[in-house]
Every structure is written in structure tokens, then in C-alpha cells.
């Protein structure tokens, strides 16, 4: 089942600032029809595309207002229906972003869910008995019909929570997991799945996965519900891929999702290696991974050493790799991420090293995060060759440096982020061992100390890791033989006397024994 999980290496799109083929200043479906032979190219065979559902975009697309329906601003269902066709011509994969913890104020669930009578969406949300009673512990809605209650929200105050029941029921209005509400909206989500599988696509990355059972402290409800739909999945679509938005892989699994995204938020430690004041992957050489692989670790032992736990580049969420690493750090982090079990994702644009544009007024929801969604910058002509349309229609502004960086330019340089980044995934992709199920032994890992070492192994083959940020070269003890350079970045690695030493500013793939 979804078998060619076991070497994916995924590309997120952010539809609406990919790529503009009808001079409106918005993606569409058609500029990444256009633009498929470009991921191919770069090594990726596999798609996340951003929620592409009709939708009053309060929130970027996650406030969905109708499921069955793609948003005219990027295409019609028969335009997403030829890209899924596109895609598979030439043997890759696409998955939707499904949301199915909340929809938008404007759905028409919503709408009839609102109405003082009785009625079948009544119970398809999350509401209290009484106008005075707010959710405890969520936003919500409240004056805004003629229904007494008040509605719960997810975030912002635009998506009205959708009922799958609560855990352990407290309060009258909180329904169990078992009554009609709950049971009619996850009938009504396996719908939506059916609808677009049927229509070729090859499953979802689930937003905010563990969040939709309330009151669920251990998330067995959740769990649950989400082992109901694999079943269902199973029987009808076997070979569909289920990647969840949770940030606990131990549980994400053991509900049927084949993987489970690493979150930049909570105890994850994620972005020590990123996004903070010393990054580890920072030449300055004062991060520290220690807590990282800690955590990791945990995460790897609770999955029975799955190890399917996916550490994307960067997503619409978050700044930019580029925001805090540049030039060959950045390298330094790609051989990272494409070398740790999962799959790899890698946001548009990261690959050319694509810059956190600051100071942008808040498009769409987005506000500190629209600097990550800026416009792909493809070459040098008109709006970096995005779109055709006026710069003040795009829908977010251009990174405006004289000196931003473009896939024109960094194709012409064999010494560039993207060419190296080809390499890399090429070198995953010649050997299994580097590939998502391969496992992985921490060498070396200690807390504010270079280099990090890790051992990634399938069958016979063993492949150990070297990676070396920091300005300083760095010497560990070792015992492992380095029998053969398979790749190398930077200065040689030597080995001798039961030390490894290397250089810095460097990182290397070698064949070994295994650990004995």
C-alpha cells in the first residue's frame, strides 16, 4: 500500500504564488502543469499542493467553503482533474491539503447549521446550548443568528469547528464520539476523500490531524476515528497516501497515516537546527542539536522504529530557511534533510534559497507568514517570471532585491544551491539505506557539540552520515571504518586512531560496517 511512499521526496506548492498563467496575478493549476518538468528535473517525485478548494480565503484556502469544488481563481475540477493526470504521466504523485477540523463561515453547512430549527447540519459543528456558554478552552462565534449558542472556532474567528464528538463529554451540548453529529460529518469526510481519489488523486496531507476528537487528552478518540477511515481506505483505496499534520508519529501511525510531518511548534526542538538566535546549521558553530535528536529519538523508539517522520525545508508557516541560514549553510541543511528517514519536503523555492520578504502587509490571513509566500522567482523578466500581469495585482509582492535569487540563474551555476541539491537527491535516491524506511543510529549527537554523526542502514548496506556546520573543524571518537566516499562537501573527512576528524564547513555520505 502507497509503496511509492518508500522513496518520495515531496515539493509543497503554495498555489497561489507558483506560477500565473492567465495574467491575473494569481497561481493556477495550468502554471503547475507548466512547471512539472521543473520538479521532475530538481528530483522530486512527489507533490503537496496547498488547500486548492473553493474558499472566501480568510485564511490562504484553509477555510474551506465548499470541498467538492476547486477555487475558480485557479482552475475548474476538470483543470485539477488534467493535473493529476500531468502529474502521473510522468510517474509522480500528488496530494491534496485537506482540512477537516473546520470549514469557513461562508459553507453552506454553516449556514443551515445557524438556523433556529432543527435541521441536518444542526450538529455538523460544534455548538453550545446556550448564547452565554462559551466552549471552554476555544475561540468562538456567538450573536451572529438566531440560534441559541455558541459556536466553537479553530484559530480564527472565519472557521467554525466541526463536530467529531468529545472524548469524555462534560457538558449537555458536548456530544459523545458515537451520537448522529459526529458519525455524519466523518461519513461526510470519507465523501470528500472518495470524491477526489476517484478523481485521480493520490491521498492527503491532513491539516492539524490529531486536533479533531475534543477533550481528547491521550487522542484515543482521535485515533480511533482515523483508524475508521483507514479501513474504509483500505477497502476502496488501497494505494492511497495518508501523510498527517500531528507532530506525534506514535499515535499518528497507529491511526493509519503512513507518516507524520515533525511540527515546528511544541517540544520538537525542530527549529533549533533552523529558525533560532544560533542555529546548529549556522557556521558560527553555537547550536546545539542535542535536544533535537533527544526528541527525535523518542519519537523514533514510540514508532517502533518506523522512523516515518517527515522534516519539510520550510512550509507556508513558518520564515524561510533563508531568513537565518545563507549560502553554503544552506547546502549544509539540504544534506541533512535528505538524509534522515521520511520523506523529505521541500518548499517551493527553498531550493534556490528564496529569501523571507519583510515588512509585507498580511495577505489573505498571513500576516508575519506572507513574507514565506511570496511570488517563485523563475528568471529576470517581468515580476521574476511569475506572471504577466501588472506588479500591483500579484498577489503578494516580489522579493525586490536587485540581487534575488532565480531558478534561471541557479540553473546556469553548477555550484548552486540547486545543483547541489539535485546532487543530494540523487545520492538518496541511488541508495535505499538513505531512503524514508532506511534506519537511523545517532553516532554522534552531543548537546552543543559539532559534528553530527548518524548512521542510516537497509540490509547489507550502511551509510554514515558526516555533517560539520560549524567554522571550526571538528574531531570525534569513532570507531567505524570510512571503507568509501560516496559523496562529499567541502574538506576530506579523515579517519584514524579511533577518531574521525572533519573539516569545516563540510559534510560527507561513506560507506562503513555496521555497528557491532
Given at each position: 500500500m502507497a509503496q511509492w511512499l518508500d522513496n518520495a521526496i515531496f515539493y509543497e506548492i503554495y498555489p497561489q504564488s507558483f506560477k500565473d498563467t492567465n495574467s491575473d496575478g494569481i497561481g493556477d493549476f495550468n502554471g503547475i502543469i507548466e512547471k512539472l518538468d521543473y520538479i521532475r528535473e530538481l528530483g522530486c517525485n512527489a507533490i503537496w499542493m496547498n488547500p486548492c478548494f473553493e474558499s472566501p480565503f480568510?485564511?490562504?484556502?484553509?477555510?474551506?467553503?465548499?470541498?467538492?469544488?476547486?477555487?475558480?481563481?485557479?482552475?475548474?475540477?476538470?483543470?485539477?482533474?488534467?493535473?493529476?493526470?500531468?502529474?502521473?504521466?510522468?510517474?509522480?504523485h500528488l496530494l491534496l491539503d485537506l482540512v477537516p477540523g473546520h470549514?469557513?463561515?461562508?459553507?453552506?453547512?454553516?449556514?443551515?447549521?445557524?438556523?433556529?430549527?432543527?435541521?441536518?447540519?444542526?450538529?455538523?459543528?460544534?455548538?453550545?446550548?446556550?448564547?452565554?456558554?462559551?466552549?471552554?478552552?476555544m475561540g468562538c462565534l456567538r450573536?451572529?443568528?438566531?440560534?441559541?449558542?455558541?459556536?466553537?472556532?479553530?484559530?480564527?474567528?472565519?472557521?467554525?469547528?466541526?463536530?467529531?464528538?468529545?472524548?469524555?463529554?462534560?457538558?449537555?451540548?458536548?456530544?459523545?464520539?458515537?451520537?448522529?453529529?459526529?458519525?455524519?460529518?466523518?461519513?461526510?469526510?470519507?465523501?470528500?476523500?472518495?470524491?477526489?481519489l476517484g478523481l485521480g488523486c493520490d491521498g492527503f496531507r491532513v491539516d492539524m490531524a490529531g486536533s479533531l476528537v475534543k477533550q481528547d487528552e491521550d487522542g484515543k478518540g482521535t485515533i480511533r476515528l482515523w483508524q475508521d477511515i483507514r479501513a474504509f481506505l483500505d477497502e476502496e483505496f488501497p494505494d492511497a497516501a495518508m501523510v498527517s499534520e500531528w507532530g506525534e508519529p506514535d499515535k499518528s501511525l497507529q491511526g493509519g497515516f503512513h507518516m507524520d510531518f515533525l511540527l515546528h511548534f511544541g517540544p520538537s526542538?525542530?527549529?533549533?537546527?533552523?529558525?533560532?538566535?544560533?542555529?546548529?546549521?549556522?557556521?558560527?558553530g553555537k547550536g546545539d542539536a542535542g535536544e533535537f535528536v533527544k526528541k527525535y529519538k523518542?519519537?523514533?523508539?514510540?514508532?517502533?522504529?518506523?522512523?516515518?517522520?517527515?522534516?519539510?525545508?520550510?512550509?507556508h508557516?513558518?520564515?524561510?530557511?533563508?531568513?537565518?541560514?545563507?549560502?553554503?549553510?544552506?547546502?549544509?541543511?539540504?544534506?541533512?534533510?535528505?538524509?534522515?528517514?521520511?520523506?523529505?519536503?521541500?518548499?517551493?523555492?527553498?531550493?534556490?534559497?528564496?529569501r523571507y520578504v519583510e515588512n509585507l502587509t498580511s495577505v489573505e490571513g498571513g500576516y508575519d507568514r506572507t513574507g514565506s509566500r511570496s511570488p517563485m522567482q523563475w528568471d529576470n523578466t517581468v515580476n521574476a517570471g511569475f506572471s504577466c500581469a501588472v506588479r500591483e495585482k500579484l498577489y503578494i509582492p516580489l522579493d525586490s532585491s536587485p540581487d534575488r535569487p532565480t531558478v534561471q540563474e541557479q540553473m546556469a551555476d553548477p555550484d548552486s544551491l540547486y545543483h547541489e541539491i539535485r546532487r543530494l537527491i540523487a545520492l538518496r535516491q541511488a541508495h535505499?539505506?538513505?531512503?524514508?524506511?532506511?534506519?537511523?543510529?545517532?553516532?554522534?549527537?552531543?548537546?552543543?557539540?559539532?559534528?553530527?554523526?548518524?548512521?542510516?542502514?537497509?540490509?547489507?548496506?550502511?551509510?554514515?552520515?558526516?555533517?560539520?556546520?560549524?567554522?571550526?573543524?571538528?574531531?570525534?571518537?569513532?570507531?567505524?571504518?570510512?571503507?568509501?566516499?560516496?559523496?562529499?562537501?567541502?574538506?576530506?573527512?579523515?579517519?584514524g586512531e579511533g577518531k574521525i576528524s572533519v573539516p569545516a564547513g563540510s559534510y560527507g555520505f561513506y560507506r562503513t560496517s555496521p555497528i557491532q
Open positions: 480568510g485564511d490562504a484556502g484553509y477555510d474551506v467553503a465548499d470541498y467538492y469544488k476547486a477555487a475558480p481563481r485557479y482552475g475548474t475540477n476538470d483543470d485539477l482533474k488534467r493535473l493529476f493526470d500531468e502529474v502521473h504521466k510522468r510517474d509522480m470549514t469557513s463561515v461562508e459553507h453552506k453547512w454553516f449556514l443551515e447549521s445557524m438556523k433556529a430549527e432543527k435541521n441536518e447540519f444542526s450538529d455538523r459543528y460544534v455548538w453550545t446550548d446556550n448564547i452565554w456558554e462559551s466552549p471552554e478552552g450573536g451572529i443568528s438566531d440560534r441559541n449558542g455558541s459556536c466553537a472556532v479553530n484559530f480564527f474567528s472565519s472557521q467554525p469547528a466541526l463536530n467529531y464528538g468529545f472524548y469524555k463529554p462534560e457538558r449537555p451540548w458536548q456530544q459523545p464520539v458515537d451520537a448522529p453529529g459526529p458519525q455524519a460529518t466523518v461519513a461526510e469526510l470519507k465523501n470528500i476523500m472518495r470524491f477526489w526542538h525542530y527549529n533549533d537546527l533552523f529558525r533560532c538566535e544560533e542555529p546548529y546549521f549556522s557556521g558560527r523518542e519519537n523514533y523508539d514510540k514508532t517502533a522504529g518506523k522512523g516515518l517522520i517527515c522534516i519539510p525545508s520550510g512550509n508557516d513558518m520564515a524561510r530557511l533563508a531568513a537565518y541560514l545563507q549560502g553554503d549553510e544552506l547546502k549544509m541543511a539540504f544534506a541533512f534533510l535528505l538524509s534522515m528517514p521520511g520523506a523529505p519536503f521541500i518548499y517551493y523555492g527553498d531550493e534556490i534559497g528564496m535505499p539505506a538513505l531512503q524514508s524506511k532506511g534506519k537511523i543510529d545517532f553516532i554522534h549527537a552531543e548537546s552543543h557539540s559539532y559534528p553530527l554523526v548518524y548512521l542510516r542502514s537497509m540490509a547489507e548496506e550502511q551509510i554514515l552520515v558526516l555533517l560539520n556546520p560549524s567554522d571550526t573543524p571538528a574531531v570525534f571518537e569513532c570507531t567505524l571504518p570510512l571503507s568509501e566516499k560516496l559523496y562529499s562537501f567541502g574538506g576530506d573527512i579523515t579517519a
